[in-house]
T-cell receptor
Framework: SQTIHQWPATLVQPVGSPLSLECTVE??????LYWYRQAAGRGLQLLFY??????ISSEVPQNLSASRPQDRQFILSSKKLLLSDSGFYLC?????????????FGPGTRLTVL | RKEVEQDPGPFNVPEGATVAFNCTYS??????FFWYRQDCRKEPKLLMS???SGNEDGRFTAQLNRASQYISLLIRDSKLSDSATYLC???????????FGQGTELSVKP
């Protein structure tokens, strides 16, 4: 069966520090991968998605970036965090072999920028 | 019009009540729709998919009205464990991109 891992589970970082969040998927090949952010009391905002190794699409302008160095690895990064980067970061995957457009989410990383 | 718009909530209902949530979407070309459930401080999990006029799974019924571009979720005989935020989700295109509504919070009280 497929599983999706995210780490760390929680993170507290000072403003201006770098960020690296990692997501890995097991049990599937060539998935589409997604990074979402959910601010407190808000809906999910799609940040990046990737259809393959090295292929990244950005949905909103921001100081975050994403990379996909391996088929089942998706990394979210920042060189300098802002207060507004605080939120719940969720990684998700989807494949055309599964239910149409159904996405599965990882457990998330709760980031607090102070 | 927002791409996906849900009832603002929160909904506070007693156990055993029937509650319905509505969701409207702007993309008339959308073919499939989803309701996800999100527990406090947890990731969203798929509750129901809707591909035609509706879908029923136990106490949960999802209905789709393509002409009016809205989806509803009906929960019968509410349980305490139904307390969560319910997210209406509409595909943006056929490439797996999804648009999430803001969510409707449900609180079921004893």
């Amino acid at each position: 069966s497929q599983t999706i891992h995210q780490w760390p589970a929680t993170l507290v970082q000072p403003v201006g520090s770098p960020l690296s969040l990692e997501c890995t998927v097991e049990g599937t090949s060539n998935p589409n991968l997604y990074w979402y952010r959910q601010a407190a009391g808000r809906g999910l905002q799609l940040l990046f998605y990737s259809v393959g190794i090295g292929q990244i699409s950005s949905e909103v302008p921001q100081n975050l970036s994403a990379s996909r160095p391996q088929d089942r690895q998706f990394i979210l990064s920042s060189k300098k965090l802002l207060l507004s980067d605080s939120g719940f970061y969720l990684c998700a995957w989807w494949t055309s072999g599964g239910s149409y457009n159904e996405q599965f989410f990882g457990p998330g990383t709760r980031l607090t920028v102070l | 019009r927002k791409e996906v718009e849900q009832d603002p909530g929160p909904f506070n209902v007693p156990e055993g009540a029937t509650v319905a949530f509505n969701c409207t979407y702007s993309n008339s070309a959308s073919q499939s729709f989803f309701w996800y459930r999100q527990d406090c401080r947890k990731e969203p999990k798929l509750l129901m998919s809707v591909y035609s006029s509706g879908n029923e799974d136990g106490r949960f019924t999802a209905q789709l009205n393509r002409a009016s571009q809205y989806i509803s979720l009906l929960i019968r005989d509410s349980k305490l464990s139904d307390s969560a935020t319910y997210l209406c989700v509409v595909p943006y295109n056929q490439g797996g991109k999804l648009i999430f509504g803001q969510g409707t919070e449900l609180s079921v009280k004893p």
